[in-house]
């Protein structure tokens, strides 16, 4: 069988030919391979060959490289029958992958999805999708402060880009990291461990003594995690760089579950409305580590990332073993599409049922209603909240709306999924004035709405 080759151009740092930006690659492939191919490099010191691997999306996968020389024309032979090519052009590099057997890892690769979404069949009018599109606006300096592009359609990943940093690389999720705690709590739920309709104080033994447990309120977690308590809190009032935010306090105290305990409820709060209060994500965080005992950050490895194939994460911990579920998870752009898969899938990975189809339904289902008088800072196009996930209805063009369940973090960290279109688009950004234009401009980008 005559081998095939498959070549991608590499684009690296003008300074660093061994620091790829990884997943912005050009050129054509004499193979179709289902995903994106990533070529992972890493130098251990200098004048030290590199290592790495190269990663195809669909495939779940990496082939492990060692000895790579990026001097001259080089090829060095890899899992077998499998060689790597490597050659300079500027300040990229060319890379081929030669091999008699690459028409069966191409069958592997189209085995290999993430899952497929309604058995395989894409909706109707997900062929408007433009990924390339949202590629494009980065470069053009439309979406600037964007640092990573990820879009996932039936189970495929259609776009991995990372800009400035490699798409290996952990970002920070800020607040989408509440929408992670929900579903974690769901595979408790499924245990019988926890119920939603239960009070918090139930799961709170050890609190007994704290203001908000004394005050007799039976504040359930259905409350809890659709935000809809109404604690005395002030958080979008005023700027996270305010220091009587109540973010700000709760983060500076030694017991963050304590501070948020310490709170009162209003009384004239009206029932199953929501407000945002990333205090009562912590009180969720809470009963996690109380039904489990061991922190959130250990429980989401057994539960969540072990099943996703989620390896490398960090989820902030302070000394007293509290984890931050309200904004402390960082995750790779990757790991941070393939959450977005697992609600798009209905709870499935790989044909496994990793949650509950029912409770991933709930989290991404209206639980509180937003109010247009609402002291809270609501993203445009919301018309409801789940459990720790915006519903949003974003207007994309004329006539044209798209319904999304997105989990949305500060400084334009955005996880939409889209669940009419089969779609999942991931984005890490470093936009500290907020996250409405991302959050909305690239849906728009995305289906073609905007040019």
């Known amino acids: 069988m005559p081998a095939r080759t498959l070549e991608l151009l590499v684009h690296t740092h003008d300074d660093d030919p061994l620091s790829p930006y990884l997943g912005t690659w050009l050129g054509s492939s004499a193979l179709p391979i289902e995903g994106v191919v990533h070529l992972i490099l890493f130098r251990p010191a200098p004048g030290e060959p590199a290592a790495g691997s190269v990663e195809v999306d669909s495939l779940g996968t990496s082939i492990p490289l060692s000895d790579i020389h990026v001097d001259g024309a080089a090829c060095h032979a890899v899992a077998g029958p499998l060689t790597l090519i490597l050659r300079r052009e500027g300040p990229a590099l060319v890379v081929g992958m030669t091999s008699p057997v690459l028409p069966s890892l191409e069958a592997r690769c189209l085995r290999r999805r993430w899952g497929t979404h309604q058995a395989g069949t894409i909706p109707s009018g997900a062929h408007d999708i433009d990924p390339e599109r949202l590629e494009r606006a980065v470069a053009d300096g439309v979406l600037p402060w964007v640092d990573s592009l990820t879009v996932v359609q039936d189970g495929s990943v259609l776009l991995a880009g990372s800009y400035g940093k490699s798409h290996a690389s952990l970002r920070s999720l800020q607040s989408a990291t509440k929408s992670v705690t929900s579903l974690l709590m769901?595979?408790?739920?499924?245990?019988?461990?926890?119920?939603?309709?239960?009070?918090?104080?139930?799961?709170?033994?050890?609190?007994?003594?704290?203001?908000?447990?004394?005050?007799?309120?039976?504040?359930?977690?259905?409350?809890?995690?659709?935000?809809?308590?109404?604690?005395?809190?002030?958080?979008?009032?005023?700027?996270?760089?305010?220091?009587?935010?109540?973010?700000?306090?709760?983060?500076?105290?030694?017991?963050?579950?304590?501070?948020?305990?310490?709170?009162?409820?209003?009384?004239?709060?009206?029932?199953?409305?929501?407000?945002?209060?990333?205090?009562?994500?912590?009180?969720?965080?809470?009963?996690?580590?109380?039904?489990?005992?061991?922190?959130?950050?250990?429980?989401?490895?057994?539960?969540?990332?072990?099943?996703?194939?989620?390896?490398?994460?960090?989820?902030?911990?302070?000394?007293?073993?509290?984890?931050?579920?309200?904004?402390?998870?960082?995750?790779?752009?990757?790991?941070?599409?393939?959450?977005?898969?697992?609600?798009?899938?209905?709870?499935?990975?790989?044909?496994?049922?990793?949650?509950?189809?029912?409770?991933?339904?709930?989290?991404?289902?209206?639980?509180?209603?937003?109010?247009?008088?609402?002291?809270?800072?609501?993203?445009?196009?919301?018309?409801?909240?789940?459990?720790?996930?915006?519903?949003?209805?974003?207007?994309?063009?004329?006539?044209?709306?798209?319904?999304?369940?997105?989990?949305?973090?500060?400084?334009?960290?955005?996880?939409?999924?889209?669940?009419?279109?089969?779609?999942?688009?991931?984005?890490?950004?470093?936009?500290?004035?907020?996250?409405?234009?991302?959050?909305?401009?690239?849906?728009?980008?995305?289906?073609?709405?905007?040019?």
């Open 186 to 451: 769901g595979a408790l739920v499924a245990r019988g461990e926890i119920d939603v309709a239960a009070p918090v104080a139930q799961y709170l033994r050890g609190q007994a003594g704290s203001r908000l447990v004394r005050a007799g309120k039976q504040i359930t977690l259905h409350e809890v995690l659709s935000m809809s308590v109404g604690l005395e809190w002030n958080e979008t009032q005023t700027s996270y760089q305010d220091p009587g935010n109540d973010v700000v306090r709760m983060n500076q105290a030694a017991d963050w579950v304590g501070y948020v305990l310490a709170k009162e409820v209003r009384s004239a709060f009206p029932e199953g409305v929501f407000e945002y209060q990333t205090g009562l994500t912590l009180l969720a965080g809470e009963v996690i580590r109380s039904v489990t005992g061991q922190p959130v950050s250990e429980a989401a490895r057994e539960l969540l990332f072990e099943p996703l194939g989620i390896e490398r994460y960090h989820w902030m911990t302070n000394e007293s073993g509290t984890t931050h579920t309200g904004g402390g998870l960082w995750l790779t752009p990757r790991d941070f599409a393939k959450i977005g898969w697992l609600v798009a899938d209905h709870g499935r990975w790989h044909g496994r049922q990793v949650l509950p189809e029912d409770w991933v339904d709930r989290c991404v289902s209206p639980q509180a209603r937003v109010e247009a008088d609402s002291t809270a800072v609501i993203p445009r196009g919301c018309v409801a909240y789940g459990y720790q996930w915006w519903l949003l209805s974003t207007v994309v063009g004329e006539d044209c709306t798209v319904a999304s369940a997105s989990a949305l973090g500060h400084g334009g960290q955005v996880l939409h999924v889209l669940p009419g279109l089969a779609t999942v688009v991931a984005i890490t950004a470093h936009d500290w004035h907020g996250v409405d234009e991302i959050a909305g401009q690239s849906l728009k980008l995305l289906l073609g709405k905007e040019r």
